[in-house]
């Protein structure tokens, strides 16, 4: 990214702006496929993120890579509250923390593989950055291939968009207990800034110790396949006890993780705790994921998730800009901009914790 001309405010604001855009349109999509079918938004969000990625070897500044990682994360978007309401179609509901844990790793491996594939291919096709990227849209193919001829919705044509079916009001229409959940995740999303600001944490420490910054993507290898390999192993802990236990338990160790990060300048510490960050992740997400689910009637699960990834998506905007604007406050505005990122989800955790009456304790 500054490659491309953009300080850490820039930063935050390219990956939040293209969060946000994702957001924008996981709500529509959700309710859309409560009533016309998830596999049909699923296909277009996959094609709509395939078909945009190759065009990142062409651009030159940051216009351009703004364009294009807002089309791909647009078509995200499409994809992403449809396809986790899917996944809870079709898995019993004392498989869901296990399904959850399942797909989150495999899209964390993705993760991984991808930075090491691009080094392995620039170091036999050194300066063939464009060839890589047009390149990127063979694995998006793939994976649109798979969904088209093995996913299918589970239930038949009864989800059919007709004139007829009144459509759902919007907020009114949520419960009380998940309105609470979103209260949560909202005030966790305001501290969980672009983990772009990690790399660059990485990066100074790097410098100051007088190491070459060349190991940085090998940094974000191992966070990818942290977060892969934690929430592979810990997705089913949701199906073994209430996923609001899990889901707090993650969101303290993520800010026991900033905490430290907030006041660590050894090198070593440092990269332990990120990598701690990426536990946290495999244990909060299949989690967040279920506590949705479960909190959600059948037939409104994509509205449900499209709500959850509404408000956690918008608010990576204002979250990166903010860690973005502390970073460069002073001499100690990093450790203030990570002290930040580890108050608001230590509060969220706290709240959440105490929702046992709200959010109820069967499963």
Request: aromatic letters at 8%; a positive charge; glycine letters at 10%.
């Amino acid at each position: 990214m500054r490659e491309l001309g953009l300080t850490s405010v820039g930063v935050g604001l390219l990956d939040g702006l293209a969060s946000a855009t994702a957001a924008i349109v996981r709500l529509p999509a959700g309710m859309l496929s409560d009533r016309m079918g998830r596999r049909p938004l699923v296909i277009v969000g996959y094609t709509l993120a395939t078909l945009s990625r190759p065009f990142m070897g062409m651009v030159t500044g940051p216009f351009g890579a703004s364009i294009v990682r807002v089309a791909d994360r647009f078509g995200k978007g499409v994809r992403s509250a449809p396809r986790d309401a899917l996944v809870a179609d079709l898995v019993p509901s004392d498989m869901r923390g296990r399904a959850f844990g399942h797909i989150r790793a495999m899209d964390h491996a993705g993760a991984a593989a991808g930075p090491l594939v691009a080094m392995l291919f620039l170091w036999w096709f050194p300066g063939r950055e464009r060839a890589l990227f047009m390149l990127t849209i063979l694995p998006g193919l793939a994976a649109l291939a798979v969904v088209v001829r093995f996913v299918h919705d589970p239930y038949p044509v009864r989800r059919v968009l007709r004139a007829d079916i009144p459509a759902q009001p919007l907020w009114p229409s949520l419960t009380g207990p998940q309105k609470t959940l979103l209260g949560c995740v909202a005030l966790y999303s305001l501290g969980a800034s672009s983990e772009q600001f990690l790399l660059m944490r990485a990066t100074d420490l790097l410098q100051s110790a007088g190491m070459t910054t060349a190991v940085v993507p090998l940094i974000w290898l191992a966070v990818s396949l942290t977060k892969s390999l934690s929430a592979r192993y810990t997705g089913r802990l949701s199906d073994r006890m209430h996923p609001r236990i899990v889901l707090a338990f993650g969101w303290l160790i993520f800010a026991a993780a900033y905490a430290g990060l907030s006041l660590s300048t050894d090198l070593w510490t440092s990269l332990g705790l990120i990598m701690l960050v990426g536990i946290s992740y495999g244990i909060s997400e299949p989690a967040e994921r279920s506590l949705v689910s479960l909190l959600s009637q059948p037939d409104q699960q994509g509205s449900a998730f499209g709500w959850y990834m509404l408000v956690q998506g918008l608010l990576a905007l204002p979250a990166s800009v903010l860690t973005g604007w502390l970073w460069h406050q002073g001499n100690d505005g990093v450790s203030i901009a990570l002290a930040v990122s580890a108050g608001l989800p230590f509060a969220a955790a706290v709240v959440l914790w105490s929702t046992r009456s709200t959010l109820g304790m069967q499963k």
